[in-house]
Every structure is written in structure tokens, then in C-alpha cells.
């Protein structure tokens, strides 16, 4: 009896269906209350960055109402927070019935749902709390309102990137399923003449700020209105995302320090050490996973690549800066052969202008790999780097300049982002005049000898011929502790000698020998350098909505124009970016750098003048004129003082023995 009932209450709400498209438009107005089986329903979306807007103050926790109906106000509030790029996908997933029974001899009618078998699997929901009652759909089940919205946000607080990966994967991987157009500029997003029914929403792709994707969620058409007095066919939606971004930080160290810096001052012929850190975004889903993670790294014309870069991740930010590999959770090798070739690619390039370009890539199962198991930690890449032992380097405050960009881009396709930093490496130079007292001297008989006092080695250099102003010149190769293995420097005809490529430090130089005829110096010279240095704070992505009078975006935004590139459209400008991106502001506050802070130097104790590091042979021509590149000495040797010459001097003493002797013989007679 209990069966017929059913059976009989379903064929009547049937019936009704079908009476209902005949039924004349005036019965529906008079009765709101009553659902109308031939409209259509429709669906509208806008998407706000609530990380931003929460940050400024615009949105407070929970102030969005999800009733389904349009909310001027907060559209109008959340209007500078809207998300661009984002896309959701939505599967319709059975129909909204009424079903009857009869409890305690009362009947008792509500709402149910059809649920696909393979669906409520995924949302754990108990069958025996399923409704039995006829359907001419196949594998599919009821289950009340209440039952459906229980599961989801049990299954969502037990395991929320599974159970987003379980649903997303549900509604892509079905025939029936459609993808609504990206959100616009507006964050907004729309879809009509839907039938009616339940709803099944995830959001599928999100652009590069997007670090959690909103809960999936269930849609009726059409649904109550807040007063529960009438059907509202047109759904509006509210849905929250969560946005965040990766970092990025250049350091640079050469052989004595351990730490790493944005600046450093190093010898030519030094190795030093640079690391790239990267705080990997959050990742919550699928949708928020990444597609594109790359570095870009692009070393001076006076720096080589010694190709052994390796990358290693860290659970924290300390032991990351340090590069502390042994507290790394995984270190890979890039240079060498296996398993890790797979998931990240190297290359290396030069390009016209001599710079050397170190492109580290991962792959797509590298990516899959950061996206299922490194979500939020710490990536270094870490290599080495040799300065070049002639012309290429850049003496003095230009210095020699190495920048990095990170390109990331998430589900969304088109929306990606770049993040930029750069260090800087100094050297420095002596220029000698060797002069002589009565400028008789032959200078090319003088020798030097250089000595790092604070490190404790001598100097080696080579000698290469004479720079651009005809004097000669020695590039720094190294260094050795040996003071019979230190390189002796001399000046050419001219008294002119450079020693191109010191780190700056204190030295001695030291003269050990000089023309014959002339006195050594009686002491050392001490040559104290003090290098350049300048702040430079790495590139920062802006939350949708920064304000854009923020002293630092003010004063340090930049759009790139054509001068900004290079012939190979290589970025030489050295600066973020603030251009537009498919029509959203990126609102990026540029890398910073800090205004110089010149070199310097003593000789002896008293202020010298530096002079310009000057050359016009080598391409990067924007570095060929270097301030505060080379220290200036001049260095004179006293002729010695006469004595009178031996046979001046016999001739004297026979003069004098004579007189004397003349004398006593005198006195003898």
C-alpha cells in the first residue's frame, strides 16, 4: 500500500509538470509560491579577491550572504577587488521532485534530489538515508537537501584538496558538463537559459594570484527567495577566492663571506656563489595548480656560468636564505644524469651582447610534482659563477649587474605573472703613475708586489698588453698565499701601470725594486677600497586593489617601452613592470634599487681620488663608463745622493799626505 502511494503521489507531481506548461501565465503571477516548469533558470557569478579587500580594510569575515540573490552593495564595494581569469565549470546533476509519504498517518511532503550513484559515492552519502521512489533515470539516487549539504562539508573539512580534486575530476570528466566563460575584467561571469534542476559548481581555472580555489557548491534553479515567498529563477553568486603569491630573492656571496647579499665586491678571477629563492604559492586544488614555473637568470658579459646548478627545497625561510643544504628535505643535482633531468630543464644561452642566459625550467612532471608535494615551501637554485680576468668586468659603481625574473602561471591559460630581482658584483682597480725625481729614471726596472692584508695573499695577475688609454695593464687572476708565487708588477716606459680586478679590501703595495741610481720606497703603501654599495628590494606583485598612491608604487612603478630591451628583446631596464595584463592591473610595485653609495679610497691613510673605469671596445656600452673605478697613486723615486767618486777621492787624500809630510819634513830639518 505504501508502494502505491508513492508510485501514485509521483505520477501526480508528473502530471503536474506537464499541466503546468498549458496552465495560462496569469496563474503562475498569482501564485509566486508555485514553481514554473517551463522557464528557464539562469546563473550569474562574480568573483572578489577577499585576501585584498580584507587587507584594506573593504571586507570584513563573513559579510557576504549567500541567499542567491543579487547584492548591489556588495558588488559595488568589492568592484575594485574583481578577479579576471577565473573559470567554472557547472554539471547539472538530476532533478528536484516532490516526494510523499505517510508518517503516523500524517503525509508528510518534501524536496529530494536525484544524485548520480557514482556522485554520492564521492560524497560519502548513506545509502540507507536514500529515497526510494520510481525514476526512469538510471543510477541514480534521492536524498534530501539537508543530507547533501552534510556530506559535502563533511567530506570538505576531512579532506579538503582531495575532495576538491575528487568533485573537480567528477564534473570535468563528464559529457555533460560546460565551462562558462572566463570572468571579465568585472569578475563577472554569467549563463542562461538553463534548465531547471540541481547543480553542481567547481571552479576549474584560476589565473596566477589564486592560491585557494572557493568550495565546490550545489546550485537549485529555481531556489527560494530570502522571505520564502516566491521562486527566483535568475541565481547570483558570491564565491570567495584567496589570493597569495610567490616570492623571489637574489643573493650573491663571494669565497669569504657567509651570507648572501644583494651586493658584493670580488676579484677578478674569484668564484662567487648566487642562489634564487622562491616561496612556492599555495596550492589547494587542481584548479590552483601550476603550469608554468620558470627562472630566468641572466649573468654580466664579465661573469661565466661554471654549469653546476643545483636546487634544493626547504621547509622554512631560514634555512633557505642560508642555502643550509643539509637541513634541505631534497637537493637535486641538476648536472647530473637521471630521475631529476625529468623534472626540471637547463639551458643555457648567450646572447649578442655577450650576457649569459641560465633558463631553469620545470617540466610537466616537475610541475606535477610541485603541485602535489611542494606546495608553500621553499625552492633554491644555487650555482657558481667566475669572474672574467679582463675588459669584460666593470670596475667601479656600475658594477656588474645580474638579474633574475620568475615567470609562474597557474590553471588559467594567458594569466601569468613575472617577478624580477638583481645583485650586484664590484671590483675595483689601482692606476699607478711611476715617476722619478730627476725623470731620468727607467720605470720599466720597478717592480711591485701586491698584498691582501686583511685576507692574507698575495695578488697573481696576468699582464694583457695595455687598455684603451695605452697604459699597461694586468687583470687579476687570483690569489696565493706564497709570497714567491705573487705576481710582480711593472710599470711600462712611461711609469703607467693598472692592476685591473681588485676586490675592495685593504692592500699593501709593496716596491721591491727600482731603477739603479734611485732610492727604494722606505715603506709600504696601503691602499684601503671601500665598495659601492645601493639597496635593492626585489619586485613585489600587487593584491588586486593596492592603493595606487602608495609611496613606493609611486614612486617606483615603470611601463616598459622599446628602450627597456635589448636587440635580442632581452629586458635591460633593470625594472619591474606596472603595464596591464589581459586587462586586469597588475598593480606590481617594482623592484627597487637604492641610490649609489660611490666607492672610496685611502692611500695611506689620507682620502684618494678614484677615477673613472673607462672602455668602449666591449658591447655592453651602457657599462663602459664606470665611476669610482680605479684608485689614482703616483709613486716617485729620489735619485740617490752623490758621493765623490773613488779616485776623486785618492787624489784627495795623496794631496793632503803630501802638505802633511812636507810639513814634518820641514820641521825636521
Given at each position: ?207 596566477e594570484e589564486v592560491t585557494d580555489t572557493v568550495n565546490p557548491w550545489f546550485v537549485q534553479l529555481p531556489f527560494t527567495n530570502v522571505e520564502g515567498k516566491e521562486w527566483i529563477y535568475d541565481m547570483s553568486c558570491y564565491p570567495k577566492n584567496q589570493t597569495g603569491n610567490p616570492s623571489l630573492d637574489k643573493g650573491v656571496k663571494n669565497q669569504e ?45 664579465g661573469l661565466s656560468y661554471n654549469k653546476n646548478v643545483q636546487l634544493a627545497f626547504y621547509a622554512n625561510k631560514e634555512d633557505a636564505f642560508k642555502n643550509n643544504v643539509e637541513k634541505a628535505d631534497e637537493v ?338
Open positions: 500500500m505504501k508502494k502505491f502511494f508513492k508510485q501514485t503521489i509521483a505520477s501526480l507531481a508528473a502530471a503536474s509538470i506537464i499541466l503546468s506548461s498549458t496552465l495560462p501565465v496569469k496563474a503562475d503571477v498569482n501564485y509566486p509560491s508555485l514553481m514554473e516548469y517551463s522557464k528557464k533558470g539562469s546563473l550569474k557569478i562574480y568573483k572578489y579577491d577577499i585576501t585584498s579587500a580584507t587587507k584594506d580594510g573593504v571586507y570584513k569575515e563573513d559579510e557576504i550572504k549567500s541567499t542567491g540573490q543579487s547584492d548591489q552593495s556588495i558588488e559595488e564595494k568589492l568592484a575594485n577587488y574583481a578577479i579576471e581569469g577565473v573559470e567554472f565549470t557547472y554539471l547539472r546533476v538530476g532533478d528536484v521532485e516532490t516526494y510523499s509519504e505517510k508518517e503516523h498517518d500524517k503525509n508528510q511532503i518534501k524536496l529530494v534530489y536525484e544524485i548520480p550513484t557514482q556522485l554520492s559515492t564521492i560524497l560519502n552519502l548513506d545509502s540507507e538515508k536514500s529515497i526510494e521512489m520510481p525514476c526512469t533515470h538510471t543510477g541514480i539516487s534521492h536524498f534530501e537537501g539537508q543530507e547533501i549539504q552534510d556530506s559535502l562539508k563533511k567530506l570538505l573539512e576531512t579532506d579538503d584538496v582531495k575532495a576538491k580534486d575528487a568533485l573537480e575530476n567528477y564534473v570535468i570528466s563528464n559529457n555533460e558538463s560546460v565551462s562558462m566563460d572566463l570572468t571579465d575584467k568585472n569578475g563577472y561571469t554569467s549563463k542562461d537559459n538553463l534548465d531547471l534542476g540541481l547543480y553542481l559548481l567547481v571552479e576549474t581555472k584560476v589565473p663571506e657567509s651570507e648572501y647579499h644583494p651586493t658584493t665586491t670580488a676579484s677578478e678571477g674569484d668564484v662567487v656563489d648566487y642562489i634564487l629563492v622562491s616561496k612556492l604559492p599555495h596550492i589547494s586544488s587542481k584548479s590552483t595548480y601550476l603550469s608554468q614555473y620558470t627562472f630566468v637568470d641572466k649573468l654580466s658579459e637535486w643535482d641538476l648536472t647530473s644524469d637521471g630521475f631529476v633531468t625529468d623534472y626540471v630543464e637547463v639551458r643555457e644561452g648567450t646572447n649578442e651582447t655577450g650576457e649569459t642566459s641560465l633558463k631553469v625550467s620545470f617540466t610537466k612532471k616537475g610541475l606535477e610534482l610541485l603541485n602535489t608535494t611542494k606546495s608553500d615551501y621553499y625552492v633554491v637554485v644555487y650555482y657558481s659563477a667566475t669572474i672574467h680576468s679582463d675588459a669584460t668586468t666593470i670596475l667601479g659603481d656600475n658594477g656588474n649587474p645580474n638579474d633574475v625574473i620568475l615567470t609562474w602561471e597557474r590553471s588559467s591559460e594567458g594569466y601569468l605573472d613575472t617577478l624580477e630581482d638583481r645583485c650586484y658584483v664590484y671590483a675595483f682597480g689601482v692606476d699607478l703613475t711611476k715617476t722619478f725625481s730627476d725623470k731620468k729614471g727607467d720605470a720599466t726596472k720597478v717592480n711591485f708586489i701586491v698584498y691582501n692584508s686583511k685576507d692574507g695573499y698575495y695578488v697573481t695577475a696576468k699582464e694583457s698588453g695595455v687598455n684603451e688609454e695605452s697604459k699597461k695593464v694586468y687583470y687579476v687572476t687570483g690569489q696565493s698565499s706564497d709570497k714567491a708565487s705573487a705576481t710582480v708588477f711593472s710599470p711600462d716606459k712611461e711609469g703607467q701601470l693598472v692592476v685591473d680586478g681588485l676586490e675592495a679590501d685593504t692592500y699593501e703595495l709593496i716596491e721591491t725594486a727600482t731603477d739603479s741610481g734611485y732610492s727604494l720606497l722606505k715603506d709600504k703603501i696601503v691602499i684601503d677600497i671601500t665598495s659601492t654599495t645601493r639597496e635593492i628590494i626585489p619586485s613585489q606583485v600587487g593584491a588586486v586593489g593596492r592603493d595606487k598612491t602608495s609611496k613606493t608604487l609611486k614612486e617606483n612603478s615603470h611601463i616598459h617601452t622599446d628602450a627597456c630591451y635589448d636587440k635580442t628583446n632581452q629586458l635591460i631596464c633593470g625594472k619591474g613592470s606596472l603595464d596591464e595584463a589581459n586587462g586586469r592591473t597588475i598593480n606590481k610595485v617594482a623592484m627597487f634599487e637604492g641610490e649609489i653609495i660611490p666607492a672610496s679610497a685611502t692611500v695611506d691613510a689620507k682620502e684618494s681620488e678614484m677615477k673613472n673605469y673607462t672602455v668602449t671596445t666591449i658591447s655592453r656600452t651602457q657599462a663602459a663608463d664606470s665611476k669610482h673605478g680605479l684608485v689614482q697613486i703616483g709613486v716617485r723615486n729620489e735619485a740617490n745622493f752623490k758621493l765623490p767618486l773613488t779616485g776623486g777621492n785618492g787624489v784627495y787624500f795623496v794631496t793632503i799626505f803630501g802638505v802633511l809630510a812636507v810639513a814634518i819634513g820641514v820641521s825636521s830639518f
